[in-house]
């Protein structure tokens, strides 16, 4: 039942921007870390943004200064506001969320992922 949601890619210019959203349901987003990732073709999935459930972010440096995480507790989403794209940012875009606890006194990990969104820039 737990379900992400990505949506808000698409193909845009060199220099312009895209707003992606992420839509969680199925369990308690506002205790969640969210993040985005993202995979170019032949690449390893990069962490680019992180915004803790306190609202603490952190950016690749890549992107820092262009892109801005965000999230709306009340819709149970998470946004990516992307600026001044270029052809580095073209990858398909992952939603992430975490929680991280302990269950029957052992360490467990709630790491879900959404389906991705691709993002593609013109050069």
């Known amino acids: 039942q737990v379900d992400l949601e990505e949506s808000g890619g698409g193909l845009v210019q060199h220099g312009g921007s895209l707003r992606l959203s992420c839509r969680a349901s199925?369990?308690?987003?506002?205790?969640?870390?969210m993040s985005w990732y993202r995979q170019a073709p032949g690449k390893v999935r990069e962490l680019v943004a992180n915004i803790s459930s306190s609202g603490t972010t952190h950016y690749v440096d890549s992107v820092k200064g262009r892109f801005t995480i965000s999230r709306d507790n009340a819709k149970n989403t998470v946004y990516l506001q992307m600026n001044s794209l270029n052809s580095e940012d073209t990858a398909v875009y992952y939603c992430?969320?975490?929680?991280?606890?302990?269950?029957?006194?052992?360490?467990?990990?709630?790491?879900?992922w959404g389906l991705g969104t691709q993002v593609t820039v013109s050069s």
């Open positions: 199925g369990f308690a987003f506002s205790t969640h870390d």
């Open positions: 992430n969320a975490l929680y991280q606890t302990y269950y029957d006194g052992r360490p467990r990990i709630w790491d879900y």
